[in-house]
């Protein structure tokens, strides 16, 4: 078996190393070049953005998702259902377009003159139909996310919680979130590397993000393969580098579980203690 | 045992002065309680005077668990009338009608009532002395300092000094119980309910959890236990209700009931766990 696998892998290395059409050369020219890494730092904004806006959108939904009234926990679900069960492209390449749809909306008080028209068409540019097509999308996932956070909190706990008092909020602040960290926070992070990946979707409405960037070099160069090397390696690095603070995160959450007890102050004491 | 006599109907006196003279007090008059077609409390009376220990025996299923957490809200009585210190439980009495309390009444009814449960249900992500002070800091809006300093001494109390930096998974299951019983009572409640609160624990570390239990008593709290333990029923204990199917078959004084039983069915039960 391990010799299998070390031929596959220098066979791969042997390729990738004598094969001149890599062009290596031109991957390391183009690597750290000024609309690369423009490009970067756009899918890196648009990224975190969505992720928070979404996020944030996602906890909303997921509370109406479980409310004790019946349409609102519906009209939760179907938004949940329609944003899973529609493709990411479709949905960007709508909100684009959706000024056919709308072509002008008024923001301002009802029956007064006080508020102003907002011309839709101007106002989705592609970056603005990028960032709702994803936080919109974002939002739904999120939203499964945090409802199975939310029930995988036994029931004693929120039991303990109602013995104790507490208002729903406060229920909902101090011990369903802190107790659903644990298994939110690493189905977050996979979302989060997924959306990095997600938002080269956003370069068919032109918008200049990391794909559309090298798309747009090779264009005029037909270095095709290189380039694309060159945004597969960012996105590699990027969803890498991820890595790292989401460990340290589950860390955190982890507190109170067996792996992060802390040590007794006085262990003289505990010891003494455990005797009665 | 002996309930003022004028309590047996609802009536229209000013819930203020139920209030002054029932503190510490639980009253039922035929609860009832179903999960859709399951009856599983059926015509239930309860009298607990102030500082009285009662004990709920009975074989598994006999609605024990649904008794007690009826008793502070955590399942609605289908019918009865249900009052602890004094007041209506979750229902206000107006001159007119008889109408439902919001979710904050209830909730400021349920910090006079403690409950103990048979898993502790101790908060995993606090210490110990985070979880005796959350009651007072995110319910009671007690100072931070002010709640640590109430918290320490009532974990002292139930003996677990140096303790308070443990987190529920550090400490033995009896450790953790004696930190639920500090947490309910540190709302300071006039009513302390147990819901088998040794059952969940190895056989040496009961006694340290009755011994708390007991102190508590001694000191004139109110106590409704949930239990198996017949040697602190026979020890504790001013009344007893042996209940089977939903249903009390006797309730009196807990010596007479444990030791001259009337019912036969008490008495085989008796003679299966003693
Ligand atoms: N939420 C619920 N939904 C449906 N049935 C329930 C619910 N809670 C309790 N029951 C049923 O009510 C009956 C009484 O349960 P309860 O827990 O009060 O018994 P118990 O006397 O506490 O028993 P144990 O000694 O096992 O704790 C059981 O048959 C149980 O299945
Ligand atoms: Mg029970």
Redesign the pocket.
């Known amino acids: 078996m391990w010799v299998l696998c070390v031929l596959v892998f220098l066979a791969i290395a042997y390729s990738l190393v004598t094969n001149p059409r890599y062009e290596w050369d031109v991957v390391a020219e183009y690597f750290t070049a000024e609309t690369v890494i423009d490009g970067v730092l756009l899918t890196i904004m648009l990224t975190f953005v969505t992720m928070f806006l979404g996020t944030v959108l996602g906890i909303l939904i997921a509370v109406l998702r479980s409310s004790p009234v019946m349409p609102v926990r519906v009209l939760a679900g179907s938004y949940i259902s329609f944003f899973r069960g529609t493709p990411v492209l479709v949905q960007l390449i709508f909100w684009f377009n959706v000024a056919a749809l709308y072509p002008d909306i008024s923001i301002g008080i009802p029956f007064t003159d006080i508020g102003s028209e907002v011309d839709v068409n101007a106002l989705m540019t592609p970056i603005v139909a990028a960032t709702v097509g994803l936080t919109l999308n974002q939002a739904a996932y999120m939203a499964e996310i945090v409802r199975g956070g939310f029930n995988s909190v036994p029931k004693g706990q929120l039991e303990s919680a109602d013995a104790l008092g507490m208002s729903e909020w406060t229920k909902l602040r101090k011990v369903i979130i802190p107790q659903s960290m644990p298994t939110v926070i690493p189905a977050t992070g996979n979302q989060l590397i997924g959306q990095f990946k997600e938002t080269s979707l956003v370069s068919v409405l032109g918008v200049a993000d990391l794909l559309q960037s090298v798309q747009l070099i090779y264009s005029r160069t037909y270095e095709t393969i290189p380039l694309l090397i060159v945004a597969a390696l960012w996105y590699l690095l990027m969803t890498l580098a991820l890595g790292y603070p989401q460990s340290l995160i589950e860390k955190h959450y982890s507190k109170g579980t067996r792996a992060g007890t802390p040590v007794p102050l006085d262990p003289a004491l505990a010891g003494a203690e455990e005797g009665r | 045992m002996n309930e003022p006599a004028t309590r047996q109907q609802p009536t229209s006196e000013p819930s203020q002065v139920a209030t002054a003279d029932g503190h510490g007090t639980v009253y039922g008059r035929q609860l009832v309680k179903s999960?859709?077609h399951?009856t599983?409390l059926q015509d239930v009376d309860l009298d607990i005077e102030s500082g009285e220990i009662c004990c709920l025996i009975?074989p598994?299923?006999?609605?024990?668990?649904?008794l007690l957490r009826c008793v502070n809200g955590l399942e609605k009585v289908d019918s009865g009338i249900l009052r602890v210190n004094g007041e209506d439980l979750g229902y206000e009495e107006t001159d007119t009608q008889y109408r439902p309390l919001s979710k904050k009444q209830v909730a400021a009814q349920r910090t006079q009532i403690g409950m103990v449960f048979q898993h502790f249900n101790l908060f995993p992500n606090m210490t110990a002395l985070n979880n005796v002070m959350s009651g007072l800091v995110l319910v009671k809006r007690v100072r931070k300092q002010a709640a640590a300093e109430q918290a320490r001494s009532l974990l002292a109390q139930v003996g677990l000094d140096g303790h308070e930096n443990h987190y529920p998974s550090a400490l033995s299951g009896g450790q953790q119980q004696r930190v639920a019983i500090a947490r309910a009572l540190a709302m300071d409640p006039s009513v302390m309910l147990f819901d088998?609160p040794t059952s969940a624990l190895d056989p040496e570390l009961v006694g340290e959890v009755l011994g708390v239990m007991q102190q508590l008593a001694e000191k004139g709290m109110t106590m409704l236990v949930?239990t198996h333990e017949m040697g602190f029923a026979r020890e504790v204990a001013d009344s007893l209700m042996f209940?089977c199917a939903g249903r009390t078959v006797e309730y009196g004084d807990a010596r007479e009931v444990l030791s001259n039983p009337r019912e036969q069915r008490t008495q085989q039960f008796l003679e299966k766990v003693l």
Do not use: H, L, N, P
């Open positions: 999960f859709g399951r599983v009975g598994s299923g006999s609605g024990k668990s649904t088998e949930a209940m």
